[in-house]
């Protein structure tokens, strides 16, 4: 077929303009816009009124799409804890808690950043805060800046792996399946992925102790009854946060987009339990909200007209063709999407690599028979790295604005690369075996709920 290599030629353009940092809506707005007009002029597109379709396609992936009430809910549920201080009271307590051991510091920051994880799920939020909190405490105490920057920039991506997330929530829509099922699906490869980087922080301390040493005794010994105290009120709203949450969608009694609108109560309530609710706040939260909503509307409404023409340029059926045909079948195509995933995550954001390239994965991954709840985990679980891996991890970035002086950006860049190697071997165990993802949604499956 003539021009068949056009729609190849609008993929490149996209992604070569996104590289050159040009935003995304209006990128995949724009080269629709060039490209529908080259393919209507050298008549691959025959119809002139193509584009009377883009309202009802508006309405049906957007204005009429119910999985995508839970990204505002999620968001906001997220601003809203990190106005109550909960993220502070916990890495104090923890750190206090774990301060005893070689690295007791660094793993409190794991374990907090897993549980705010699980409450929030907004990276920024969690990577500024334990920035704020815990990098000059751990500098202070004689910590390895490498080390330090490093724990603190992982943990923080871990809201992208541990429901409730954004990401799972967007590769839910794009893929086409229950964003329930695939909140549960990743569950024990979050908690898999905060494992290892909780082994890693023992092993170095236990290996090089001068990297991580234990807090001075007068710092962490605040007595037995106070220290229960303290971790008792402080651990019990986020646990009972996560239950209502998570335990509600595992259990069938709501969809991920009533747990979100759950979640935000429950965060309104600790809020006013922290005394930090006000009409200051809520403004502020409601503001941080409607932003972070309103780019992810403007993308989705880009990526549609992106969409609707390399469609028209036969891209799709020319992308489906190529990657269906590859060698080695299932295997041959993991590899490749994989790998395209984890090279693009290089230097281009999560949300760019959903909206443009998950759509063309999907329909070959389901016609080659792999279970697209496992595959949207593994998906997750690589779209993570993608806030660690230099020159563009935003997770870098957010913490590199909020380090002292001293922390350099070349000793975060070398401090994340262990722990993106530890992502990447957690992705290649969770694709080798399967069952990692599959055994809880089977457990909710035969349960019946």
């Avoid at 334990?130 to 500098?139: A, D, E, F, T």
């Avoid at 910590?143 to 330090?148: G, S, T, W």
């Avoid at 999907?362 to 660690?388: C, E, M, R």
């Avoid at 993106?420 to 035969?446: E, G, H, R």
Wanted: proline share 6%; net charge neutral.
């Amino acid at each position: 077929m003539e021009y068949e290599w056009l729609g190849l030629v609008m993929f490149a353009v996209a992604l070569g303009m996104l590289l050159f940092g040009y935003p995304v809506a209006f990128t995949l707005g724009g080269v629709a816009l060039l490209f529908g007009e080259l393919g209507y002029e050298l008549g691959i597109i025959y119809d002139p009124d193509f584009w009377s379709i883009m309202p009802n396609r508006i309405y049906g992936s957007v204005m009429d799409n119910y999985t995508l009430l839970a990204i505002p809910y999620f968001i906001f549920m997220g601003g809203m804890l990190e106005k109550t201080g909960i993220a502070e009271k916990l890495l104090e307590t923890m750190g206090i808690l774990f301060g005893r051991l070689r690295g007791g510091l660094a793993l409190a920051v794991v374990i907090v950043g897993a549980l705010l994880a699980a409450t929030t799920g907004v990276v920024a939020a969690t990577v500024v805060a334990m920035g704020l909190i815990s990098l000059p405490i751990m500098l202070r105490y004689g910590y390895d800046k490498r080390l330090a920057t490093g724990v603190i920039a992982a943990s923080g991506t871990l809201g992208q792996i541990i429901p409730p997330s954004v990401v799972l929530v967007v590769l839910g829509d794009q893929l086409g399946i229950d964003v329930g099922k695939l909140f549960i699906g990743s569950i024990i490869p979050g908690l898999l992925m905060a494992g290892a980087f909780a082994a890693h922080v023992l092993i170095t301390a236990f290996l090089k102790p001068e990297l991580a040493p234990p807090l001075p005794p007068e710092v962490r010994d605040i007595g037995v009854k106070a220290l229960r105290k303290r971790v008792i009120q402080v651990m019990i709203p986020p646990i009972v946060l996560i239950f209502a949450v998570l335990g509600s969608i595992f259990f069938g009694l709501a969809s991920p987009t009533e747990a979100g609108a759950v979640g935000c109560f429950g965060a309104i309530i600790l809020a006013a339990f922290n005394g930090k609710l006000s009409k200051n706040t809520l403004l502020q939260v409601c503001d941080g909200t409607l932003r972070i909503t309103t780019m992810v509307i403007f993308i989705l409404l880009g990526s549609n007209a992106f969409s609707l023409v390399f469609r028209k340029l036969n891209g799709d059926e020319l992308m489906s063709n190529i990657l269906s045909n590859l060698p080695g079948g299932q295997v041959g195509f993991l590899i490749v999407s994989m790998s395209v995933v984890l090279l693009l995550g290089f230097f281009i954001d999560f949300f760019e690599i959903a909206f443009i390239v998950i759509p063309l994965f999907a329909p070959v991954a389901q016609q080659l028979g792999i279970d697209l709840v496992w595959y949207g985990v593994i998906l997750g679980a690589n779209l993570q790295t993608s806030f660690l891996t230099p020159p563009f991890g935003f997770a870098l970035f957010y913490l590199r604005g909020v380090a002292p002086e001293e922390v350099t950006t070349t000793d975060i860049y070398r401090g994340v690369i262990p722990f993106i190697i530890l992502q990447i071997l957690v992705l290649v165990l969770i694709i080798t075996f399967p069952q990692i993802v599959n055994f809880l949604p089977s457990l909710v499956k035969s349960s019946g709920v």
